[in-house]
């Protein structure tokens, strides 16, 4: 208790912990903050103080107008560690009208750490815990935290801490006090965080079984979480839990080692959960056939099927039938599953019955099989789906209007479905607007569909921003030139996007030309995002030429090898072409086609010579045989014909009747021959 002539004051800890909470409740907020200052000030019954009159003098000076220096040196004459320890209750260096209130902050802990230092603090917990809750990583929150006894405040301050070497402080303090072995939280705590090992198994060794399912659940190492599992024994409640509640990377390990020791009992188990854990980890398949056999629930066992291994499936669906032929089963799911995978066809029809039989039928279980390949009941399925759009609220069921938008058979639902979706849409925040309703679009050739995306994304533009899915689509089928360039305006600099609708064959051919003028300008558009528009085969003729126009303008930076054929092999200017053939001339090439252009195109009988040898395609050889100046590249190129092609023969024969420009076309005309011959004789001799 705190030295004060008032009686009436006591500190604001002991008040909290006597209920008094009136402060609380006023300022509104879960701890006490700056808005409690006032309130207390004003409303508090000075019958029961909640401040020392000593602190409201220190509040007063620390919110006037005097000077830092001022206010500092005040804060430094206080040698009540519960004045100070109050003013962190209050919140007080957290309220804007006090001028350089971190820095008084500071100055505050300065005059706490003196005092910790002088032994001032030993036995006054909450002067501690406001150096550990301040500066708990230094040496002097260290030390705070050496000399709490507060073993409740030392289990929360580490529950709610994630950062290690704090949580090795907490535990080896908790290791230091000897009430800590009777109170389960600590020792916990204990075992997870100390680095004494000798205190790590002494505290494991005290963990009560729930206890232990909080330890494998909070570990992150597999092993210390086996040996609580390990030593939990056959408890199925809790191997359950653990199974469902560790978060590791070892997860896996995990599960083993529980379904390990349930797979001794297996016969015992009558647990569900249990069951499918070794229904779902187990590979010795008497195991997981026994696990699966024992399941009674028709949900369990979904959610098996959704989840295991196929060769589990043949016996899910035998142990659905057995239980559907009892009458056990009641899940629509697991008659949706009957439906699709029971080789029984009384099963199927009698399962599909009563799925629709049901007034309360699970969409979903509908859509299941609506969405099942080669199901027989697919059609039957999804014509219920189109009319249930027009029946029932679906809100709650996206994905089932997702698919009849997409694939109902019924064109009025598909659209009406779409029209839902656009109202569900609507309410998005803006950066998720138009995202649903692009994902239809962009995965549907329902004209309806389309119609109706493209006025509703339109209509959404005008008066509130779209995501960026939203802003694509509408660019890709707006008809309206004007929306579909502020649509791309609007994407900004988001290079992926832009490239898709300078890529898009459904957007007009003025809007996907001002996505690819955008990009030319962005500082992330690379080579490779060039050679992607313009070999793409749904890029515009439009598009293609913006691009080789904006290559031939950077024609001597070219590095790309695609890019520099491009230019090479489509611009019809003769500088920018011979550029690019000097620059593809010196790379490595293996591409048949770029040796073929140099062969052809390079000056150089020498270049031309070299990259006509390394060319194999016959169509290609052929091709810079007829149309090469230089003799050498013709002949070589000639030599790399192969006369066990049985595609050689006729080429040559089309080459020898091709009326050749080139003035050495005579030796060239006795290589073809010689070629010809040679290849009629060895196929000759085939036959």
Request: aromatic share 6%; hydrophobic share 40%.
């Amino acid at each position: 208790m705190r030295k004060s002539q008032v009686p009436t004051v006591r500190p604001i800890s002991e008040l909290i912990r006597s209920g008094c909470k009136a402060a609380y409740a006023k300022c509104g907020f879960g701890k006490l903050g700056g808005g409690l200052v006032e309130y207390a000030f004003k409303h508090t019954d000075p019958a029961d103080d909640l401040f020392s009159p000593a602190t409201r003098t220190l509040v007063n000076l620390l919110k006037s107008d005097k000077t830092y220096s001022e206010k500092s040196t005040a804060l430094s004459q206080i040698d009540d560690p519960d004045v100070i320890v109050e003013l962190f209750h209050m919140d007080v260096f957290s309220d804007p009208a006090i001028t350089k209130a971190h820095l008084l902050k500071g100055d505050a802990i300065n005059v706490l750490t003196t005092m910790l230092r002088k032994g001032k603090l030993d036995n006054n917990g909450d002067a501690l815990w406001v150096l550990i809750d301040c500066d708990s990583y230094s040496s002097t929150g260290k030390t705070a935290i050496s000399k709490t006894t507060d073993i409740p405040r030392l289990c929360s301050y580490g529950s709610d801490n994630a950062i290690s070497y704090r949580l090795t402080y907490v535990a080896n303090r908790l290791a230091e006090l000897p009430d800590a072995a009777n109170n389960q939280d600590a020792l916990v705590l204990i075992t997870l965080h100390t680095d004494n090992e000798g205190s790590r198994n002494a505290a494991f060794e005290k963990l009560s079984p729930d206890s232990l399912v909080r330890l494998a659940i909070s570990t992150d190492q597999s092993k210390v979480a086996i040996a609580a599992i390990e030593k939990i024994g056959f408890d199925v409640e809790k191997l359950v839990a653990i199974s469902k509640g560790y978060p590791g990377n070892w997860k896996d390990d995990i599960v083993k080692s529980i379904v390990n020791i349930l797979v001794i009992h297996v016969a015992e188990i009558t647990d569900n959960n249990a069951l499918a854990l070794i229904a779902s980890n187990s590979y010795i398949s008497e195991q997981y056939i026994a696990a699966i056999k024992a399941i009674s629930s028709d949900v369990v066992l979904c959610e098996l099927m959704e989840t295991t291994r196929t060769r589990l499936h043949a016996t899910l669906i035998e142990k659905l039938e057995t239980m559907f032929s009892n009458g056990d089963v009641s899940n629509d799911m697991a008659k949706a599953l009957l439906v699709i995978y029971s080789n029984d066809d009384k099963t199927k029809r009698q399962a599909f019955d009563s799925i629709t039989r049901n007034p309360n039928v699970d969409p979903n279980a509908l859509l299941k099989i609506a969405g099942a390949f080669g199901c027989d009941y697919s059609s039957a399925a999804n014509t219920i789906l189109c009319q249930m759009v027009y029946e029932l609220d679906l809100d709650s069921y996206p994905d089932v209007l997702d698919f009849i938008a997409l694939k109902g058979t019924d064109q009025s639902a598909r659209e009406k479905a779409f029209c839902k979706i656009c109202d569900h849409d609507a309410l998005q925040s803006d950066d998720m607007v138009g995202h649903r309703v692009a994902f239809i679009m962009d995965n549907t050739e329902h004209g309806g569909v389309i119609r109706l995306g493209v006025e509703y994304l339109e209509a959404k533009f005008e008066i509130s921003s779209l995501s960026y899915a939203g802003l694509e689509t509408l660019a890709c089928y707006t008809r309206n030139e004007a929306k579909g360039k502020q649509a791309v305006d609007a994407l900004g600099d988001y290079l992926g996007r832009l490239r898709e609708i300078a890529k898009s064959d459904s957007a007009l051919p003025e809007v996907a030309e001002h996505a690819a003028s955008k990009i030319f300008t962005l500082e992330t558009c690379t080579e490779s995002t060039l050679t992607d528009i313009y070999n793409a085969s749904s890029s515009g003729q439009g598009v293609k030429r913006l691009v080789l126009a904006y290559l031939e303008s950077i024609s001597t930076q070219l590095e790309k090898e695609d890019n520099l054929f491009i230019v090479a092999s489509k611009s019809q200017n003769a500088e920018h072409c011979r550029t690019a053939i000097s620059a593809l001339s010196g790379l490595d090439s293996s591409n048949d086609f770029v040796h073929e252009l140099i062969a052809i195109e390079h000056p150089s009988q020498s270049i031309a010579h070299k990259s006509a040898r390394k060319i194999h395609d016959s169509n290609c050889i052929i091709k810079v045989a007829k149309n090469t100046p230089h003799l050498q590249a013709a002949l070589a190129v000639l030599d790399n014909l192969s006369i066990t092609n049985s595609e050689v023969g006729p080429l040559l024969e089309d080459f020898i009747g091709f009326n050749h420009a080139n003035s050495n076309v005579e030796p060239i005309m006795e290589k073809a021959h010689e070629l010809k011959r040679r290849w009629n004789t060895y196929h000759h001799s085939l036959s």
